[in-house]
T-cell receptor, first 111, second 122 residues
């Protein structure tokens, strides 16, 4: 059982927007801005798409955005494209002894 | 171009020790300003941070839930770092990734190896 809670699945049609939530506690998401999101295609390693809640690494499209409210972080993918179909994982800093906890992942399907 | 490559046995018997090595090319570990570490992914538990080190400072950080069984070591002459996990059980069956982190708080990982599957079975 993962420390952070994500919905197992999400879907949207090409061009639409989809938001994936990630719920934690005041000891992780609610306590620090150190939230990240990873995209993982089948058979590949995870790829960082957001860090510090809403920062995009170089090369990640602006279609990927993030936010945080209370103990919940969210990833929004706008203008859905076929290549966005993947598993998405959230991660958060959980204090000085546990530097990262993860969500169980959300499978995003582009209809 | 930075590359990370995991290597090691794909099968380990219960209660024995799992040992993996990550070979880094394109970025020297010695004096690096990045953190380096291990993350695993299992069907049952998803992604799990195992441990991380900062070679310039000689600091090591471990997941509290694994700390009693995990050791990370570094060989800067070979530009490699290794993972040792003792007394393994079926729950340790997972794909093990080595990764580069640019931030320790949150273990933001911008480069990953391809991963290696380790199965714990008798």
């Amino acid at each position: 059982q993962s420390a952070l809670t994500q919905p197992p699945s999400a879907s949207g049609s090409p061009g639409q927007s989809v938001t994936i939530s990630c719920t934690g506690t005041s000891s992780d998401i609610g306590g620090y801005k150190f939230v990240s999101w990873y995209q993982q295609h089948p058979g590949e390693a995870p790829k960082l798409v957001l860090y510090e809640v809403a920062q995009r690494p170089s090369g990640v499209p602006e279609r990927f955005s993030g936010s945080r409210s209370g103990n919940t972080a969210s990833l929004t993918v706008s203008g859905l494209q076929a290549e966005d179909e993947a598993d998405y994982y959230c991660s958060a800093y959980a204090g000085s002894s546990n530097f990262a906890v993860f969500g169980g992942g959300t499978k995003l399907t582009v209809l | 171009q930075l590359q990370l490559q995991e290597s090691g046995p794909g099968l380990v018997k219960p209660l024995e020790t799992l040992s993996l090595t990550c070979t880094v090319s394109g970025d020297p570990l010695s004096g690096s300003t990045y953190y380096w570490g291990w993350i695993r992914q299992s069907t049952g538990k998803g992604l799990e941070w195992i441990g991380t080190f900062f070679s310039s400072g000689g600091a090591f950080y471990y997941n509290p839930s694994l700390k009693s069984r995990v050791t990370i070591s570094v060989d800067t002459s070979k530009n490699q770092f290794s993972l040792t996990l003792t007394s393994v059980t079926a729950a340790d069956t997972a794909v093990y990734y080595c990764a580069r982190h640019f931030r320790i708080t949150g273990i933001f990982s911008d480069r990953w190896g391809q991963g290696t599957l380790v199965s714990v079975t008798s």
